[in-house]
């Protein structure tokens, strides 16, 4: 099923907006990062409007999705929709390198499986469905707070000192480049880049006319802010929009057939879009055939161009193109025009050539054409080549491989006459990427990798000055992660030592639940947290069940089970929350029953020494239960010394024995222990 989002462009923006160089200048964003991970499109309309004053918001239609959304450098809480999940599906997730804060939305049905994942670590905060708002802000809030710290621990080893200064001065991201791009040239859309590979097997869609990316002529990259990236659904969404209200070509950026050629550009051989493309055009022919008929010339041409350039081979162009040549001196101005903006670049340089040759133009209207083809034809060759550095970037694929690198594309943006502005951006976002990189390896212990990426960054210009300044980072994050380490050693220690004293939940910050608590702040996937919250979390609830079944107070069982909660989820709980509503209940009701006057004995038992005891000494203790009328009923054995000697004895003592009446209508329960001695 399919939706739109009306409130998915704001949050791409917001997206797009922390693309591009992972710094310092993430970690201090005023607004974390959302990854909203569900295929049920109203959940996500619901999520949406209820969290996007708190969160920039982002949406995966799956976890495979959402884990390759995820980036380095940047506060990302994933929300995920575990309803009918298998802990298979949470795989993508768990094995991601760069870990979100993760908040679950569960159901009765996979609540099992959530607190699972929950124990391990792998989730930090649940939200049960149906969602509510007080319950999601909630978990934001939390999920925000483990995030910053997670942030605290672990800023110096994001590439905070080399990302923050090239574009924190300009204000500008390299991700701007693409905006530039897209400014000018939108007719075409982005199909062109595998498009002008040049294959002629390809799909009619390849042809070496399809329009390439937008792009701007290089002047105009000064001034435009790059365009959010949409998901593939998301194009596809608009594409089938703008053919249900017919925008097929106009208005520019906001077209059928602009959508379609996205799509492509996303997922080249798209089933929808190559379809879409083939059906647009057969329409696009039908409308050129009746402009013509209506003398709308400018109409017909710009309609026949947009065909032509989806599939240059349909027969259905010819009948058209034989009307356009009995008309050729009306439309010569028109027709070269309607190619230019369709990026038709091979035809557009056939009409120059014919209308030169036959006169149809004057010579100054020629050269002027002739220039604006020059310039269009390089500013789409410079948009494809910005569109692949951006792409590549944003893929790793910063050196390597040979002539599919970022580097490679900028290399070719330098052959193609970039300007020096775009060149410079990009290359600076590239020397961030590899310090990046660099850290991220040294975080691993990659020394190898670590090295590697430094030298392909030397290479590739970064100053000497950049370089020893991530290296200090380097230095100085492998330095704090022992820290870390330390620390998780010292709390675990202590966690164990208050389990081993009994120091569950006192003192309140230094018992074992809160330093388990902090070790889940530390590193919550860490090995040793996940140890010590086991062993904790087990005693936690041998200690509430304890409490239960000796009669303790409901209070303190609620206490322990509450914080056992707090450490792992609630779905093993279920019995013991039931204990403990029951005892809650009793002491509600012992607390509210009227207080009679303590039971006074007025016949006491007058036990008869058995003559088996041979001489013995002994006890019995008996419960029983005194009726108003003060008889001794229902009389039962707790306990004997030796066992089982005086038993029937003590019973026929204690059923003998007789009370003062009281008003009540119930029966009252006591306790007696009786000896017994040989005469």
């Known amino acids: 099923m399919q939706a739109r989002s009306e409130f998915g462009t704001a949050a791409q923006s917001e997206s797009t907006a922390g693309r591009g160089n992972p710094g310092a200048g993430s970690f201090k964003s005023k607004r974390p990062l959302a990854l909203i991970a569900t295929p049920d499109l109203d959940l996500w309309a619901q999520l949406g409007p209820m969290l996007e004053a708190t969160c920039s918001l982002r949406h995966a239609d799956s976890l495979v999705t959402a884990a390759t959304m995820l980036k380095p450098g940047t506060r990302t809480i994933l929300i995920a929709d575990l309803r009918g999940q298998n802990p298979e599906d949470f795989a993508p997730i768990s094995a991601s390198p760069h870990k979100p804060v993760v908040i679950a939305i569960r159901d009765s049905a996979s609540a099992g499986t959530v607190d699972a994942l929950m124990l391990e670590g792998a989730i930090q905060s649940l939200v049960d469905s149906p969602v509510e708002s007080a319950a999601m802000l909630r978990a934001i809030n939390d999920a925000a707070r483990i995030s910053s710290t997670a942030d605290a621990l672990s800023a110096v080893t994001s590439p905070s000192s080399g990302s923050s200064g090239g574009d924190e001065k300009s204000g500008k991201s390299p991700a701007l480049i693409v905006g530039v791009v897209v400014a000018v040239l939108a007719a075409a859309g982005a199909g062109w880049f595998f498009m002008s590979k040049g294959s002629s097997d390809t799909a009619p869609v390849a042809a070496n006319n399809a329009a390439a990316p937008t792009a701007a002529a290089p002047a105009a990259g000064k001034a435009s802010a790059a365009a959010p990236a949409a998901s593939l659904d998301e194009v596809l969404e608009k594409a089938r929009l703008a053919m249900d209200e017919r925008r097929y070509i106009e208005p520019a950026k906001n077209n059928a057939l602009e959508h379609f050629r996205t799509v492509l550009q996303l997922e080249p051989g798209n089933a929808e879009a190559t379809e879409g493309l083939k059906r647009l055009g057969g329409l696009l022919i039908a409308r050129a055939r009746t402009a013509l008929d209506e003398r709308r010339f400018d109409n017909a041409l710009a309609e026949l161009e947009a065909a032509r350039s989806i599939d240059p081979n349909d027969q259905r162009l010819v009948e058209v193109d034989a009307r356009l040549d009995s008309m050729r001196a009306q439309t010569a101005l028109a027709q070269i025009q309607a190619t230019l ?13 014919a209308a030169q040759k036959d006169a149809l133009l004057p010579p100054a209207q020629l050269a002027q054409l002739s220039k604006d083809l020059d310039n269009k034809r390089r500013a789409v060759t410079v948009g494809r080549l910005v569109a692949s550095a951006e792409s590549r970037l944003a893929s790793g694929r910063l ?25 410079a951006r990009l290359n600076n976002d590239l020397n961030q990427r590899l310090l990046a990189a660099a850290r991220d390896a040294a975080a691993k212990g990659d020394q190898a990798g670590m090295q590697a990426t430094l030298a392909a960054a030397r290479e590739n210009g970064v100053s000497a000055s950049a370089l020893n300044a991530a290296q200090r980072d380097m230095t100085a994050a492998a330095q704090k992660q022992q820290r870390t380490n330390e620390d998780i050693a010292r709390f675990a220690k202590a966690a164990q030592d208050r389990l081993a004293s009994g120091n569950l939940l006192a003192p309140a910050n230094d018992s074992a639940v809160s330093n388990a608590e902090r070790l889940r702040l530390l590193d919550v996937r860490h090995p040793t947290t996940l140890q010590v919250v086991r062993d904790v979390r087990a005693r936690l609830l041998t200690e509430a069940r304890a409490r239960l079944s000796g ?10 089970l509450d914080a056992a909660e707090s450490l792992g ?3 093993d709980l279920g019995e013991l929350r039931a204990a403990l509503a029951s005892a809650q209940q009793a002491a509600a009701a012992a607390a509210a029953a009227p207080k009679l006057p303590p039971l006074k004995m007025t016949r006491p038992p007058k036990p008869k020494y058995p003559a088996s005891a041979k001489g013995v000494e002994g006890w019995v203790r008996v419960e029983f239960f005194v009726t108003p009328q003060g008889r001794a009923e229902r009389v039962r054995v707790l306990s004997s010394e030796p066992a089982g000697l005086f038993d029937a004895a003590a019973i026929s003592a204690m059923e003998g024995a007789r009370f003062e009446e009281f008003d009540s209508p119930d029966a009252r329960l006591a ?3 009786i000896v017994f001695k040989p005469e």
Do not use: C
């Open 551 to 560: 009669g303790g107070k409901p209070t303190d069982a609620a206490a322990l």
């Open 569 to 571: 989820g609630d779905s």
């Open 671 to 673: 306790v007696q222990r």
């Open 399 to 423: 050196v390597t491989p040979n002539d599919e690198s970022a580097k490679d594309a900028i290399q070719s943006l330098r052959e193609a006459g970039a300007s020096a502005e775009v060149i």
């Open 341 to 353: 903006a369709a990026q038709n670049f091979d035809r557009a340089q056939t009409l120059l050539d």
